[in-house]
């Protein structure tokens, strides 16, 4: 009996998941790029109202060759990156402090889910004014934003390990860091990403947030300046290059997510091995 069929199989199947990829995203993208086109040309639109691909493709190259566009997006993925980091940070070891307490928990839910019904572009004005000039407010806005999803995910995740799990590293006289450490870490990573691959599409929202309520740099800023001309093209380009950012972010977690929980696929092999047997 060939012991290696599963892992085989799932090889192949991944193959052929990529290569189906190579080949439909960029169909996809074209067949965009020709509706997009069709449109502009057929609906007699003017340029200021919806530009088409030709005139956004050399609005792109202008931004490009003058610098504009690399400046701003710059500031914008500074404040993304700084702002995901530390909305992160703070609702994972917040999360582990609510799964850890039920007590706390009952004390601040009523809170942080009161926080969550306040719409972020309704604050944003007032942390522009309370707050220094330059990214700092804009980076609040991107953790505020993130918060609530990375810290219903870590807090779903450290619940979700088994308690003959919790029993096991008892018995082994594991003491709190290993328990952390070997346990619920692992066991929350799965339901951590996910939270992750939220906030990096959400972080993005907030900045570009942020840098309409006030802002003299930035991708938000440079779609006011757009909108304010009425150069589509340059509001086009700056929407997309959000979008590609945010695409980029989301990918980047997927290869974090691949990375630190190859132990999982390992398992996962290794179970369809022992049915096998």
């Avoid at 582990?96 to 969550?116: D, G, M, N």
Wanted: proline share 5%; hydrophobic share 55%; glycine share 8%.
């Amino acid at each position: 009996m060939d012991l290696t069929f599963p892992g085989k199989v799932a090889r192949k199947s991944l193959r052929r998941l990529r290569r189906q990829e190579i080949v439909v995203i960029p169909l996809s993208i074209l067949l965009f790029v020709f509706l997009w086109e069709m449109i502009h040309r057929f609906s007699g639109l003017p340029a200021f109202i919806l530009p088409g691909p030709q005139q956004v493709w050399l609005r792109f190259w202008g931004a490009v060759l003058d610098g504009s566009l690399l400046r701003h997006t710059w500031v914008t993925l500074a404040e993304v990156l700084i702002g995901l980091f530390l909305g992160a940070l703070i609702a994972s070891a917040l999360g582990y402090l609510l799964a850890k307490s039920p007590t706390i928990e009952r004390w601040l839910s009523p809170y942080i889910v009161a926080s969550q019904a306040i719409p972020i572009v309704a604050i944003a004005p007032l942390l522009v004014i309370w707050l220094p000039t330059g990214l700092y407010s804009k980076i609040l806005i991107c953790a505020l934003i993130v918060f609530f999803p990375i810290l219903i995910n870590t807090l779903i995740g450290l619940r979700s390990v088994p308690d003959d799990l919790r029993d096991l590293m008892r018995s082994l006289r594991a003491n709190r860091w290993q328990t952390f450490r070997l346990l619920e870490v692992p066991a929350a990573l799965p339901v951590l990403f996910g939270g992750l691959r939220i906030g990096a599409a959400l972080a993005v929202i907030g900045a570009v947030v942020g840098e309409f309520v006030g802002a003299d740099r930035g991708l938000g800023f440079l779609i006011n300046v757009g909108r304010g001309q009425f150069d589509t093209s340059l509001v086009f380009v700056a929407v997309f290059s959000l979008i590609f950012m945010a695409l980029a972010l989301y990918g980047v977690v997927i290869l974090l997510e691949l990375r630190f929980l190859r132990w999982q696929k390992r398992n996962d092999q290794t179970d369809l091995l022992v049915e096998k047997r």
